[in-house]
């Protein structure tokens, strides 16, 4: 009797301690910060850097956010089912020639390490379907209104690509989010056949 209630109380006490330990390290990987939820205080300002931290077991939550350039890919193969994904289905606009085209391309994103904590606050984990995707269909469609088709499939390609970038930043900056670059790799009529991509 004496064996199976030691065996049980050892079983309790190693499930206790492998709790409380897991629950009260954070490990940060390199190219990530850890935000911390407490519950006392809300979310904490502080960002956790690459490595190792204490946290308070059960009262404290962490919440790592990579930091690395993020490729928000906007093509054919993106499965819309996944909305947390970081990519979208190709835009479909009109030039200012009134031409229907349908765009294709990658924008470069990077989370600010020092507002990840108010991000995560004022819009939550799903940043990319609240914020990111509406507001680059929004820009695109914007900026290839201004533009006659050719302009866009060739001559002035690149200074549509600026104009798409200098936009996104604009916006996103202020939320915690840097725009690295905007590359667009294939605009075609949106029903009919590509053109130079």
Not at 135 to 156: C, E, G, L, N
Not at 168 to 189: A, K, M, T
Request: proline share 5%; charged share 25%; aromatic share 8%.
């Amino acid at each position: 009797m004496s064996r199976s209630g030691d065996s049980l109380d050892k079983i309790m006490y190693s499930f206790v301690v492998e709790d409380v330990l897991k629950g009260l390290f954070v490990h940060v990987p390199p190219g990530y910060v850890a935000c911390v939820y407490d519950l006392g205080r809300g979310v904490l300002k502080k960002v956790l850097t690459p490595g190792l931290h204490l946290k308070i077991p059960f009262w404290q939550k962490a919440k790592l956010f990579n930091t690395q350039t993020l490729e928000y890919g906007i093509s054919r193969q993106f499965n819309p089912e996944h909305e947390q994904a970081l990519g979208d289905l190709p835009i479909i606009a009109q030039t200012a020639d009134g031409k229907q085209i349908s765009i294709e391309g990658t924008v470069l994103l990077r989370l600010d390490i020092n507002q990840v904590p108010t991000m995560w606050q004022n819009i939550g984990e799903d940043f990319v379907a609240k914020i990111v995707r509406p507001t680059i269909r929004s820009r695109m469609r914007m900026i290839a209104s201004r533009y006659d088709y050719q302009d866009v499939v060739s001559a002035k390609r690149d200074a549509v690509e600026v104009e798409c970038k200098n936009e996104l930043e604009r916006i996103f900056y202020p939320r915690g989010i840097f725009v690295e670059n905007v590359l667009l790799s294939d605009i075609s009529h949106s029903g009919g056949a590509k053109k130079e991509g």
